[in-house]
């Protein structure tokens, strides 16, 4: 009786992996990678506003 409960259990946890598998595939990285604008060479990100006060300290612009 544990053992066939082991086995049903295991086949059952099987086959709804195996229907998960086949339902949502796995997808690459480089293809997620590859449809993010940071992924074109020629990619200029906005320049980011800042609001409210002025820092006291000098800030250093990045290029």
Known sequence: MDVSTYVGTVGLFVTLFLLFIRVFPMIAMSEVKGALPEADPH????PVLQSGPAPDFPVREIT
């Open 43 to 46: 990619y200029v990100p906005e």
